[in-house]
């Protein structure tokens, strides 16, 4: 059975995947990039998703994003379509800053007064209050994946924090490209707006220290085809996460090996 469905608002979860295929190509020429995945985020939550490169988690965030169809397995969603955030911020040029945060809000016909008012509230929740004039040229790359977090926000929000529960924000390697520095800067941010916000995250990485450190739980999913090996609750409030880093690392290793030998 393949499906997409919807929960009921008051659902448990945010996503729920049920035994998720996905396959790209013909039956002569077939690539299998997951197989299998069962994978349920509860309203809130922040989940990490790790796994070496090729190991489907880019394809994973697609379908939950409904960018792309699962070939077998159902994925049920609660509330409204998520918001996703890549690597580059993909910021539209012409428009401002405040004008790229307020772009979701427009498609979702929300009135000028209204948007203007919620673009100033989430580029000060993203410390960005004093660059809405600016041009995407004209900032910082840290500074434009500030910008494209606010504008995945208006997206997964809307016009108030009011439904956030059932809000879901997916985030593909958002702070890969920018320097050790400003990651580890945009890292703490992103912490202080999930926990301001109650929405939930999925965020896709390879770095094992960055999925320690921001999600609650860190699901590890093999090389290709990619398939949940593995999960680990962190709890932040006993340890610096050195162990658990390690621990991670270790299994990584494993599961990278077992597919090079394989
Ligand atoms: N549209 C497509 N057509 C054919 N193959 C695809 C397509 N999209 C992804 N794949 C293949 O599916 C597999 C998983 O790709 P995916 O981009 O999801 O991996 P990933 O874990 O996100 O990789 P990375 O960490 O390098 O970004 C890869 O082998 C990729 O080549």
């Not at 608002?9 to 690539?31: C, E, L, P, Q, Y």
């Not at 439904?163 to 320097?179: G, T, Y």
Request: proline residues 3%.
């Amino acid at each position: 059975m393949t499906a997409v469905l919807h929960a009921p608002a008051n659902a448990d979860h945010v996503v729920r995947m049920t035994g998720v295929h996905k396959s790209f190509g013909d039956a002569r020429r077939s690539i299998t990039a997951l197989h299998g995945i069962d994978l349920t985020v509860r309203p809130g939550e922040f989940v990490c998703l790790l796994g070496a490169s090729g190991c489907g988690k880019t394809t994973l965030l697609n379908l939950i994003a409904g960018l792309d169809k699962p070939s077998q397995g159902t994925i049920e969603l609660s509330g409204s379509r998520p918001a996703v955030m890549f690597q580059e911020a993909a910021l539209m040029p012409w428009l401002t800053a405040a004008g790229n945060v307020e772009l979701p809000l427009r498609l979702a016909g929300v009135d000028r007064a209204t948007r203007r008012e919620r673009g100033r509230e989430l580029l000060d929740l993203v410390r960005l209050g004093n660059v809405g004039g600016k041009r995407p040229h004209e900032l910082s790359g840290g500074m434009r994946q500030r910008v494209a977090l606010a504008r995945a926000l208006a997206s997964a929000l809307g016009a108030s924090d009011d439904d956030a529960s059932a809000s879901l924000l997916l985030m593909d390697e958002p702070f890969s490209a920018l320097d050790a520095i400003t990651r580890d800067v945009l890292q703490s941010e992103l912490l202080r707006v999930w926990e301001s916000t109650g929405a939930a995250v999925v965020f896709v990485t390879h770095d094992v220290r960055e999925a320690v450190r921001l999600g609650q739980r860190v699901v590890l999913l093999s090389s290709r085809p990619g398939r949940v090996v593995q999960e680990w609750t962190t709890d932040q409030s006993t340890s610096d996460g050195s162990g658990l880093v390690e621990a991670i690392n270790r299994r990584l290793r494993e599961v990278i090996s077992d597919h090079a030998s394989a």
